[in-house]
């Protein structure tokens, strides 16, 4: 997935930025994940409102739905919304 380890270490930085809540059954064993309250406040930076595209967007990240994303799931939600992106691209551009 990302084998770049200064990339990973990176997003490691930015996950813990965000991690606000104890995750005591983290299987990573970090013990931090971001919940739906800090993901919104980030997205709330994009001063959108609530949209249901942001609310699909975290569900991606979500994958076990427990409400939490644990950096496993941080990073495999980016590469998710980064994978094929012109097959998407192509997918949603105007005829």
Do not use: W
């Not at 770049?4 to 013990?31: I, T, W």
């Not at 993901?39 to 569900?59: P, Q, T």
């Not at 991606?60 to 691209?89: A, C, P, S």
């Amino acid at each position: 997935m990302i084998d770049d380890q200064a990339a990973l270490e990176a997003l490691y930085e930015q996950f813990r930025c965000l991690a606000s809540v104890e995750f005591k059954s983290d299987p990573m064993k970090l013990g931090a994940a971001i919940d739906r309250d800090a993901y919104s406040e980030c997205v709330a930076y994009l001063e959108v409102g609530h949209n249901v595209i942001f609310d699909k967007v975290f569900e991606v990240y979500d994958t076990d739905k427990n409400g939490l994303i644990g950096f496993q799931e941080f990073v495999i939600g980016i590469h998710v919304l980064k994978k094929d992106q012109k097959r998407k691209l192509r997918c949603i551009s105007l005829p």
